[in-house]
């Protein structure tokens, strides 16, 4: 087990270096690239020498991604462009919001997500299953943004019932409470928008994999036994029709990522994704830069996590 | 008696039994017969089949019959609520939403499926080495695959197409195929590595035929049916990627139309003229679960195993 971990590690690593050069030298070959954002025609020639000699652009691409790879190594991935503060700081500063939507929204799409799918399966062929069926395809076939718009008109401009966008109510003055309140309000619909493809897609994958389980051996055996109905269910064949969806979540962790900038952006929510989309518009390449470095040792850690999670928790997997 | 004589006796003892009835002739299907008649039975299939075939006779024929040019600016009539002149209603600069949905149309669709046939053709060509060939080649081509899948894809997307400045119609289906292909070419190499090792592909070898021909003619068309389930499901998928890019200003530009920018031009005005925004995200949404619909229709159709009901 350890070698294994160490093996897939050495690999992971491997993969993020290459990854790495990748992304550096695609975004600084591009028509348009890091050049195109610092230089216009009115800057004098002193000026354009200075900027060269400052971000090291006489350097061969190469001797660039190094310097760059060097300091990211240490936690110095640069400053940005637009307002020339540490790129670390400004992605630390928007990491809580996301964190906090991103967590609300897993807990939310896991919880219905399993439910919805146990329900489906022990149900298989009734009428809750067909209508469970049919609103999973309207959830995997709509876009997040789409889904966003149509629930900010909904919820918040035909009905008043929630706000639009942003984390909190100006003008007010709450007690701590009532703040508390007026901010999960907020999250409420970016939360929802956030979760419900994936809601879609995990119920279906739930389904599929308790039915399979409810056909084993062991469940029958346990029946036999005498297990009630629900103790069966669930914990009996829940923890291992479980297995396969923590793996599924784990791997789609850079589409929850996407679809993360593109809610917050949507709901004004003031986290990664929407400094992310502003970077895009300001072209803000060393934040861009570290983001997408950022994204993809995440994505890679959470591949990993999901190898080894699927060992631990299956013991007939073998690490070879 | 001789051998042939004996033949021919035998035959016409048996002709009569051999005579075709027409029942006979109902149960004896062709293949793509009986894959056509296992869809029909899909409802949900035929529904997203029927709209999708009205979608482009809307958005190609259309256009011919209602004569209304999706850029002609008309200030008095900004703003108007979908009527009888103008069917879903006017932009804020008065131009005809419905000319605009059909123009829109053609380009997100036409991106939509040339995206995927180049995804299809990039994925295909990779899937097939790999899977054919095995060893090197496959170790070389399923780490690649590999590197392309580690990467967050909507981000990596997102910042391509804002760094390149060209937004053009191209430009955007080459983005967007390049990022389709690698779970195309995951799933032809599974289907080359268990092909290769069948008989046919044996009996083939031993008349000559090379590997290009083996690939291609031998394997490849035993492998359609997944090819063309996940070649449908991706039309849908990248219609969304598009319509995701335009939306936020990174896909196609303006004054072109597309379904996705026209949501996000009608966003401005969300408040006071809604249709803006649902009109054509009704759209996207409808052709997406069309595209979904049809392409499980065509698995449910094209999978051998699947028992007749």
């Not at chain 1, 064949?237 to 923590?246: C, D, F, G, Y």
């Not at chain 1, 699927?310 to 007939?316: L, S």
């Not at chain 2, 949900?44 to 002609?72: E, K, T």
Request: glycine content about 10%; some cysteine.
């Amino acid at each position: 087990m350890g070698r294994y971990i160490i093996r897939r590690l050495l690999q992971a690593i491997l993969l993020l270096f290459l990854l790495s050069l990748g992304m550096f030298l695609l975004l600084h070959l591009m028509p348009g690239g890091p050049v195109g954002v610092l230089f216009n025609p009115r800057q004098s020639g002193a000026v354009k020498a200075a900027i060269t000699k400052q971000f090291g652009l006489d350097q061969p691409l190469i001797i660039q991604y190094f310097r760059w790879l060097g300091s990211a190594l240490v936690g110095n991935f640069g400053y940005s462009f637009a307002d020339y503060q540490p790129v670390l700081r400004i992605i630390g500063q928007r990491f809580p919001a996301t964190l906090e939507l991103f967590t609300y929204a897993l807990l939310f799409a896991l919880i219905l997500a399993i439910t919805l799918g146990m329900i489906s399966a022990v149900r298989q062929g009734s009428i809750t299953d067909y209508t469970l069926t049919s609103l999973s395809y309207f959830g995997i076939s709509m876009p997040i943004f789409l889904f966003g718009l149509f629930a900010q008109y909904i919820f918040g401009v035909w009905l008043h019932w929630l706000p639009t966008s942003g984390t909190q109510t100006y003008g007010y003055t709450f007690d701590a409470f009532g703040q508390y309140l007026d901010h999960l309000s907020h999250l409420v619909l970016p939360m929802l928008v956030l979760s419900l493809t994936f809601i879609a897609g995990w119920s279906r994958y739930m389904r599929s994999s308790m039915i399979e389980v409810l056909k084993q051996d062991y469940i029958r055996t346990a029946r036999a036994k005498g297990v009630g109905p629900v103790s069966l269910l669930i914990r009996h064949a829940l923890r291992n029709a479980v297995i396969p969806l923590i793996t599924v979540v784990a791997l789609n962790f850079g589409q929850i990522a996407g679809g993360a900038a593109i809610t917050e952006g949507i709901f004004g929510w003031p986290g990664m994704g929407s400094l992310f989309l502003a970077s895009l518009d300001a072209r803000d390449y060393p934040v861009l830069l570290a983001m997408l470095l950022l994204g993809a040792v995440l994505v890679i850690m959470f591949n990993l996590i999901a190898d080894i999670l699927y060992a631990v928790v299956d013991p007939r997997i073998r690490y070879s | 008696m001789d051998r042939s004589e004996q033949l021919s006796a035998t035959q016409e003892e048996v002709e009569p039994f051999l005579e075709l009835t027409p029942e006979l002739v109902q149960q004896r299907r062709s293949q793509g017969r009986i894959i056509f008649d296992r869809f029909m039975r899909n409802r949900a299939a035929i529904v997203g089949a029927v709209f999708l075939v009205l979608l482009f006779l809307v958005c190609f024929v259309g256009p011919l019959i209602i004569r209304s040019d999706p850029n002609a600016l008309n200030f008095s009539a900004a703003s108007q609520g979908p009527s009888f002149k103008y069917l879903f209603g006017t932009d804020s600069l008065g131009r005809d939403e419905l000319a605009r949905v059909m123009a829109g149309g053609q380009v997100s669709l036409l991106v939509g499926l040339s995206s995927m046939v180049m995804a299809i053709i990039f994925g295909v060509g990779i899937g097939a080495f790999a899977g054919y060939f095995g060893g090197i080649v496959d170790n070389l081509l399923m780490r690649f695959t590999d590197v392309a899948l580690a990467v967050p894809l909507y981000l990596l997307l997102f910042v391509l197409s804002a760094a390149i400045t060209d937004h053009s119609p191209r430009t955007v289906i080459i983005l967007i195929a390049a990022f389709g292909w690698t779970s195309v070419s995951r799933l032809v190499r599974g289907e080359f590595l268990t092909l290769r090792e069948r008989e046919f592909v044996l009996a083939a070898r031993t008349i000559g035929a090379g590997n290009l021909r083996l690939m291609f003619r031998h394997i490849l068309p035993n492998a359609a049916g997944p090819i063309i389930v996940s070649a449908t499901l991706l039309v849908g998928t990248n219609i969304i990627l598009e319509s995701v890019l335009s939306y936020f200003n990174f896909g196609i530009a303006p004054p072109a139309a597309s379904w996705g920018n026209l949501v996000g031009d009608g966003h401005d005005y969300f408040f006071s003229a809604p249709w803006l925004v649902f009109i054509p995200g009704l759209f996207i949404f409808l052709t997406a679960l069309s595209f979904n619909l049809v392409g499980d229709g065509l698995r449910d159709a094209l999978d051998p195993y699947m028992t007749e009901r």
